[in-house]
């Protein structure tokens, strides 16, 4: 159960942060931008969502890339089902604040020992400036 709790709470703390990030709408990435920001390329970070616009020739080759890693555009990658659109960022210069109290709530569902359990937890995504972190845009072909 704990080990389930703790899954949950992970994949909420990732929605609640790319949520965030998404509803405020960043633009189109591009090393530029990042430049602009004043980001340093080992800072960048990219989110792969489950838009499905990143296409085999969006993961390399390039600059650092190795095999059994992930990459965009040759900067570090991870999978995530809790974007819808794939987000390249500085993420350590956002945060997240999280309740220091979770409400678990578990029924019986059945005779047989079987039950339901509800976790409940605040969380607010803390993103001092959205502009760090941009929305993944393929090349055109």
Request: hydrophobic share 50%; charged share 20%.
């Amino acid at each position: 159960m704990l080990h389930a709790v703790t899954l949950g709470l992970a994949q909420a703390a990732d929605a609640e942060l790319l949520g965030a990030i998404l509803a405020a709408d960043p633009g189109a990435f591009s090393l530029g931008a990042a430049a602009a920001k004043g980001v340093r390329f080992r800072e960048l970070r990219a989110i792969v969502g489950t838009d499905d616009l990143v296409s085999g020739s969006d993961f390399g080759p390039g600059y650092g890339d190795q095999a059994g890693q992930l990459f965009v555009h040759s900067i570090p990658a991870e999978l995530c089902a809790a974007a819808d659109r794939t987000v390249i960022g500085a993420f350590d210069r956002f945060g997240l604040a999280i309740g220091g109290e979770i409400r678990l709530l578990i029924d019986r569902t059945a005779g047989d020992g079987s039950l339901t359990a509800t976790c409940w937890c605040g969380m607010k995504a803390v993103l001092p400036d959205p502009g760090f972190a941009w929305r993944f845009t393929p090349a055109a072909p």
